[in-house]
T-cell receptor, first 117, second 112 residues
Framework: DGGITQSPKYLFRKEGQNVTLSCEQN?????MYWYRQDPGQGLRLIYY???????QKGDIAEGYSVSREKKESFPLTVTSAQKNPTAFYLCASRNLIRDRDSNYGYTFGSGTRLTVV | GQQLNQSPQSMFIQEGEDVSMNCTSS?????WLWYKQDPGEGPVLLIA?????ELTSNGRLTAQFGITRKDSFLNISASIPSDVGIYFCAGRSGGSNYKLTFGKGTLLTVNP
């Protein structure tokens, strides 16, 4: 079955370290997104990508970096410049064209909970 | 940027009760979507709406796309314990095909 996979589920980072969160999809979706979720804050967009080798900053990109070398993969690196990285991170993907099998909606992964120790 | 106001922020109800939540926007959207997020998981799409005035059901869930295109509501009838979670609305405007704007969510608790 097609889906979107995030790994790891739980990640612990020491202060000053960079960590990379994985996101892989086999849905053949064009666009991929990274969101950060904090209690009471809803979903805030970090980065997004519509095509391979291209990506744009979202609303809270500072301290994060991404790459899109393959259509299926959109890893997120949380750098040491991100001052408050403890959060739940969600990856999503979607088709850019609506057809009978898509609906403009995102398909989300199951998330990665990052904790700074 | 665009913002969605989702209310209420949280609800505590008894099993069997009906629930209603809504989202409003200062700008027009062409698509409204409703998601549910279980604890520790990613959101899952419940209902998608594409036309002003559209009313769509999915089991015990009913959602409507407001006539003004600036609001949407979600109703849950005869709630059950597994309805617990965070419900998000999301909107897509014609000028930003590539990303959705999300509300801050409604946390629903159902007491058995």
């Amino acid at each position: 079955d097609g889906g979107i996979t995030q790994s790891p589920k739980y990640l612990f980072r020491k202060e000053g370290q960079n960590v990379t969160l994985s996101c892989e999809q086999n849905l053949n979706h064009d666009a991929m997104y990274w969101y950060r979720q904090d209690p009471g804050q809803g979903l805030r967009l970090i980065y997004y990508s519509q095509i391979v080798n291209d990506f744009q900053k979202g609303d809270i990109a500072e301290g994060y970096s991404v790459s899109r070398e393959k259509k299926e993969s959109f890893p997120l690196t949380v750098t040491s410049a991100q001052k408050n990285p403890t959060a739940f991170y969600l990856c999503a993907s979607r088709n850019l064209i609506r057809d009978r099998d898509s609906n403009y909606g995102y398909t989300f992964g199951s998330g990665t909970r990052l904790t700074v120790v | 940027g665009q913002q969605l106001n989702q209310s209420p922020q949280s609800m505590f109800i008894q099993e069997g009760e009906d629930v209603s939540m809504n989202c409003t926007s200062s700008s027009i959207f062409n698509t409204w979507l409703w998601y549910k997020q279980d604890p520790g998981e990613g959101p899952v799409l419940l209902i998608a709406l594409y036309k002003a005035g559209e009313l769509t059901s999915n089991g015990r869930l009913t959602a409507q796309f407001g006539i003004t295109r600036k609001d949407s509501f979600l109703n849950i009838s005869a709630s059950i314990p597994s309805d617990v979670g965070i419900y998000f609305c999301a909107g897509r405007s014609g000028g930003s095909n590539y990303k959705l704007t999300f509300g801050k969510g409604t946390l629903l608790t159902v007491n058995p």
